[in-house]
């Protein structure tokens, strides 16, 4: 079992769409959480980290389940330039390592 | 505020060959990681290098050393080529203070044919 697992994708969604995306990590040790956005070809930012509260930073919506290892973004009226691939990103405690998933691409149409 | 800095943008090598790789880090940041990021796959940790020691090392052989200077600059360099490391190369810096806070160059892509 890979330690990050995202849904495969692609996502087309039409602008103003709402869309979500899940994530399951495998390792109970995980302690820290993360979602990133990467462009084509362009390196990956940090969009926000996922706190066990569940935060919002504008449209975009993050929550965490730990019983289940299981992590989610929403994103609410879909812009164009949401157009991305969005990644899921895992810290064990006492390690330095980030740890991807393989990316969601979401393609957000006219 | 300059950002983390790579070079060269691209480059392409014969199998076999060594390459090396270079990183500046963000201004105040002390600690660089890097990455490597095969064509549709997410990036996978190599190491990470703070106080010019490598202080933890991911899932990849010998061939992938690395350094870091006093300046916190560092380097990548890769031994014997293979045509699987054709990949983005990706270098991300932080404090060093548990500060998950990285931030990522804009990579160099290698080709290996």
């Known amino acids: 079992r890979k330690e990050v697992e995202q849904d495969p994708g692609p996502f087309n969604v039409p602008e103003g769409a709402t869309v979500a995306f899940n994530c399951t990590y495998s390792?109970?040790?995980?302690?820290?959480f993360f979602w990133y956005r990467q462009d084509c070809r362009k390196e990956p930012k940090l969009l926000m980290s996922v706190y066990s509260s569940g935060n919002e930073d504008g449209r975009f919506t993050a929550q965490l389940n730990r019983a289940s290892q299981y992590i989610s973004l929403l994103i609410r009226d879909s812009k164009l330039s949401d157009s991305a691939t969005y990644l899921c990103?895992?810290?064990?405690?006492?390690?330095?390592?980030?740890?991807f998933g393989k990316g969601t691409k979401l393609s957000v149409i006219p | 505020d300059a950002g983390v800095t790579q070079s060269p943008t691209h480059l392409i090598k014969t199998r076999g060959q060594q390459v090396t790789l270079r990183c500046s880090p963000k201004s105040g940041h002390d600690t660089v990681s890097w990455y490597q990021q095969a064509l549709g796959q997410g990036p996978q940790f190599i190491f990470q290098?703070?106080?010019?020691?490598?202080?933890q090392r991911g899932n990849f052989p010998d061939r992938f050393s690395g350094h870091q200077f006093p300046n916190y600059s560092s380097e990548l360099n890769v031994n014997a080529l293979l045509l699987g490391d054709s990949a983005l190369y990706l270098c991300?810096?932080?404090?060093?203070?548990?500060?998950?806070?990285?931030?990522f160059g804009s990579g160099t892509r290698l080709t290996v044919v």
């Open positions: 290098y703070y106080e010019e020691e490598e202080r």
């Open positions: 990103v895992v810290n064990l405690g006492g390690s330095y390592q980030l740890t």
């Open positions: 390792n109970s040790a995980s302690q820290s």
């Open positions: 991300a810096s932080s404090g060093q203070q548990g500060d998950y806070g990285y931030t």
